[in-house]
């Protein structure tokens, strides 16, 4: 999203890039309309209604078809670059095998922490792979500890640098939180000075994050 709420993304949302769909919106349904990415809506609703509240520096990461990541460093605003727009952290280099993106890096923690990356890695069984974990079967228990380590390696970079005090796990993935957290915990694991333990929680609201999310930044908006 661009400041004035235009999405700017050709690589996977072609159709609605470099349209101002708020101004669409507001003069097809005679109401206003905000826009935002699904990561920041996802982090606004838990940060007002889930697992954010009451945090001083949340950081909400959202495992989807991609990476959303968004730091709300302070009461609930989320951190945004000098050009207006969130950064772009679930395109950082991370550690695992050639994993190539659309952004070019040849090894993304996108590609390998997404729930679509979930997805590849388990053959497109996740839901019954997970069923199998949870009742003690090992060789499934390990696939969901490498995702975890995926998920970590570039989670681990992020809490070096925001320092948050709760990690908010959002997106398809996050109901699989308790199969990868061994694996996650032991790509933060660095020296003891260097290793933030921030509670890891897995988003309350669940698919409903971005949408009560958005009502609240509508509400916000409307009520300035």
């Known amino acids: 999203m661009d400041p004035l709420g235009i999405i700017r993304n050709t690589e996977t949302l072609p159709a609605f890039?470099?349209?101002?769909?708020?101004?669409?919106?507001?003069?097809?349904?005679?109401?206003?309309?905000?826009?935002?990415n699904d990561a920041a809506a996802a982090a606004a609703g838990e940060y007002a209604c889930g697992a954010g509240r009451g945090s001083a520096g949340l950081l909400v990461i959202t495992l989807g078809t991609g990476v959303g990541v968004v730091a709300a460093l302070t009461a609930g605003h989320a951190f945004?670059?000098?050009?207006?727009?969130?950064p772009e952290a679930g395109h950082i280099?991370?550690?695992?095998?050639p994993?190539?993106?659309y952004c070019g890096l040849p090894s993304c923690w996108e590609q390998l922490a997404s729930r679509t990356a979930l997805d590849h890695l388990t053959g497109n069984e996740a839901e019954a792979l997970a069923?199998?974990?949870?009742?003690?079967?090992?060789?499934?228990?390990?696939?969901?500890?490498?995702?975890?380590?995926?998920?970590?390696?570039?989670?681990?970079?992020?809490?070096?640098?925001?320092?948050?005090d709760r990690v908010v796990i959002a997106g398809g993935a996050a109901r699989f939180l308790d199969?990868?957290?061994?694996?996650?915990?032991?790509?933060?694991?660095?020296?003891?000075k260097y290793t933030p333990r921030p509670a890891v929680v897995a988003a309350e609201l669940g698919n409903l994050s971005g949408a009560i999310g958005a009502a609240v930044m509508a509400r916000q908006e409307t009520t300035r």
């Not at 945004?80 to 969130?86: E, V």
Request: charged share 25%; aromatic share 4%; proline share 7%.
């Open 17 to 36: 890039s470099d349209i101002q769909i708020t101004l669409v919106i507001s003069e097809r349904l005679g109401v206003p309309c905000v826009i935002d």
């Open 80 to 86: 945004r670059g000098a050009d207006g727009r969130h």
């Open 93 to 97: 280099p991370a550690g695992g095998p």
């Open 99 to 101: 994993a190539p993106c």
């Open 131 to 164: 069923t199998k974990a949870r009742g003690g079967d090992v060789a499934a228990a390990r696939v969901f500890d490498t995702y975890g380590e995926r998920v970590g390696t570039g989670l681990v970079t992020l809490l070096a640098v925001f320092r948050p």
């Open 179 to 192: 199969l990868f957290r061994h694996g996650l915990r032991r790509s933060l694991d660095r020296g003891p």
